[in-house]
C-alpha cells in the first residue's frame, strides 16, 4: 500500500529525473563552442554532440518504453539511470571529439531507456482521476524548466568549471536517484507478453543516423557521394517498413497512420524539433564564436527563447479549446517565422536588444503555443490502446526533428561561409536562420492534414 506522502515523493524522485533527461539535451548548446575549440572534430563534426544525443533518445525511445513494460517499470528505470551515469562519466572524460560523440550516443540510448519507464511508474503510482492529472502536470512542467535551466546553468558551468562538468553534474544525481528508488518507486509490468521489435529499433535509428551523416557530409563531399547516403537512408527506412508489417509486436503499428490528423500533428512536432534546435544550434554559434561572448552571458541571452516558449504554451493551451488546434498551429508556425525574419537581420554590430532579443522572444513565443498544438493533435484521433505508442511517437519525432534541423542548418551555414572572419561566419548564420522556413514550411503542410477541433483531450505527455 503506497501512502499518500510517499506518493508525492515518488513523483519528486521521477520529476527529478525527467528535469535531468531534458536539461541533458539543452545544456549541450551553451558548450558546444568550447568543446569544439578544446576536443578534434572533423569538419562540422561538432554537431554530432547535441545530434548523438536526440537520434539515439529518439530513435530508440518506442524500444526503451516496450522493455519497460515487458522486464519491470522500476528494474528498468535503476537500471537506465546506471547507464545514464556512466555515460555521463565517459562523456566528461572524453580524450577526443569521437569519443565524446560515442558517449553521448550511448548516453541518448540510456535516456530513450529512462525516460519511458519514469513516466509510466508516474502512471501506475497515481490513479486515473484529479491526482493523476495534477501529477502529469508537474511532470510537464517540470520537463519545461529543463530545457529553461539549459541555458542559465550551462553558462556558469562552461566558464566556472569547465565543460566536462556540464556532464559530471548528472552523476550523483543518477546515484542519488537510484538509492532511493526500491524504497520510494512501485514495481509493475504492462500488460501481456509482447516481445521486443530489436530489428525495426535498430534499422530506423540508422536510417536516420545515415541521413544525419549525409546532412553533415554534404558540403565538403561531392554530389554523387551524398546522394548514394540518402538512398542508402531511404532503403533502411523502407526496410523499416516491411520489418513493422511482419512484426507480431511492432514499435509502430503502420495502421495509426491512417489518421490524418496523427499525420499532421506528427509533421508539425517535427518541423517545431527541426527548427527549435536548428536555431538554438546556430545562434550559440553565432553569440559566441562570431561575437566572442561568454558562455555565461549567451546562456543569459538564450534564455529569453525558453521563457517565451513557456508562456507560449500555456496561452497555447487556452487557445486550442477556444479557437481549434489547426489555427493556434498555423498562427504559431507564422509567428516563429516571423521571429526567424528578424534573426537574418543580424550583423557583428547589431546590439542584443536591437534585434536578437525581438526574434528569440517572438520565435519561442510561437514555440510554445506550437508544439502544445502539435501535441494535441498528435494525440487526439488515436484509440485507447494505441495512446502510448502516439505519445512515444510524438516525443520521438520531436527529437529525431531536432538532430536533423541541426545537421541541415549548420550544413547550410558551412556552404555559405566563405572565411573565418566574424563577418563571414555571420553571413552564414544568416542564411541558416532564412533556411528555418523550409522547416516552418513543412509544419504549415502538417497543418493542412489537421480537422479543426475546438476540443483538447487528455493527454499523457512523455519527456521530450
Known amino acids: ?25 539543452s545544456i549541450v548548446l551553451v558548450a558546444v563552442p568550447s568543446i569544439e575549440r578544446e576536443l578534434t572534430f572533423s569538419t562540422g563534426g ?27 517499470r522500476r528494474r528498468v528505470f535503476i537500471t537506465g539511470l546506471l547507464l545514464f551515469a556512466g555515460s555521463s562519466l565517459l562523456c566528461g572524460f572524453a580524450w577526443s571529439g569521437d569519443a565524446l560523440v560515442l558517449a553521448r550516443g550511448l ?14 511508474i508516474v502512471m501506475t503510482t497515481f490513479p486515473e482521476g484529479p491526482d493523476r492529472n495534477k501529477a502529469l502536470g508537474i511532470w510537464g512542467a517540470t520537463s519545461g524548466v529543463g530545457g529553461t535551466a539549459g541555458s542559465l546553468i550551462g553558462g556558469p558551468v562552461t566558464d566556472g568549471l569547465g565543460w566536462q562538468w556540464i556532464f559530471f553534474i548528472n552523476v550523483p544525481v543518477c546515484l542519488l536517484v537510484a538509492v532511493l528508488a526500491p ?12 516481445g521486443f521489435d530489436v530489428a525495426g529499433a535498430v534499422t530506423v535509428t540508422a536510417a536516420l543516423i545515415v541521413l544525419v551523416y549525409a546532412v553533415i557530409e554534404a558540403p565538403d563531399s561531392a554530389i554523387g557521394w551524398t546522394v548514394l ?5 531511404a532503403g533502411l527506412f523502407g526496410l523499416f517498413v516491411v520489418v ?41 554559434q553565432y553569440a559566441q564564436l562570431a561575437l566572442g561572448v561568454s558562455a555565461i552571458r549567451y546562456g543569459l541571452m538564450s534564455a529569453v527563447l525558453a521563457a517565451a516558449a513557456v508562456v507560449g504554451s500555456m496561452v497555447g493551451q487556452h487557445l486550442v479549446t477556444r479557437v481549434g488546434m489547426r489555427r493556434v498551429a498555423f498562427v504559431s508556425l507564422l509567428l516563429a517565422g516571423v521571429g526567424t525574419t528578424v534573426m537574418t537581420q543580424l550583423t557583428v554590430d547589431s546590439g542584443y536588444f536591437e534585434l536578437a532579443f525581438w526574434g528569440l522572444t517572438i520565435f519561442g513565443a510561437g514555440l510554445g503555443a506550437g508544439t502544445v498544438a502539435g501535441a494535441i493533435a498528435a494525440l487526439s484521433d488515436v484509440a485507447g490502446p494505441d495512446s502510448g505508442v502516439a505519445s512515444g511517437l510524438q516525443n520521438a519525432s520531436f527529437q529525431i526533428g531536432g538532430a536533423v534541423g541541426i545537421a541541415v ?55 521530450s
Not at 229 to 233: A, N, Q, Y
Not at 264 to 283: D, E, H, Q, R, S
Open 1 to 25: 500500500m503506497v501512502t499518500e506522502s510517499k506518493r508525492w515523493f515518488a513523483l519528486a524522485l521521477l520529476c527529478l529525473t525527467g528535469f535531468m533527461i531534458i536539461l541533458d539535451a
Open 183 to 194: 524504497v520510494l518507486l512501485l514495481d509493475s509490468r504492462g500488460p501481456g507478453r509482447r
Open 46 to 72: 561538432v554537431q554530432w554532440v547535441p545530434s548523438g544525443y536526440a537520434l539515439m533518445f529518439g530513435g530508440l525511445l518506442l524500444l526503451g518504453g516496450r522493455i519497460s513494460d515487458l522486464l519491470g
Open 244 to 284: 513493422e508489417k511482419r512484426s507480431a509486436a511492432p514499435l509502430v503499428p503502420l495502421r495509426i497512420f491512417r489518421s490524418r490528423t496523427l499525420v499532421g500533428g506528427n509533421l508539425i512536432t517535427i518541423a517545431w524539433g527541426l527548427a527549435a534546435f536548428g536555431l538554438n544550434f546556430i545562434y550559440t
Open 229 to 233: 547516403l540518402v538512398l542508402l537512408s
Open 107 to 120: 548516453q541518448g540510448a540510456a535516456a530513450a531507456v529512462l525516460a519511458p519507464s519514469a513516466l509510466s
Open 409 to 463: 542548418l549548420s550544413a547550410v551555414a558551412t556552404a555559405s561561409t566563405t572565411g573565418a572572419t566574424p563577418t563571414a561566419l555571420t553571413h552564414g548564420y544568416r542564411v541558416a536562420f532564412m533556411a528555418v522556413w523550409l522547416f516552418i514550411a513543412l509544419g504549415l503542410a502538417g497543418c493542412a492534414l489537421l480537422l479543426d477541433r475546438k476540443r483538447s483531450p487528455r493527454l499523457e505527455p512523455v519527456a
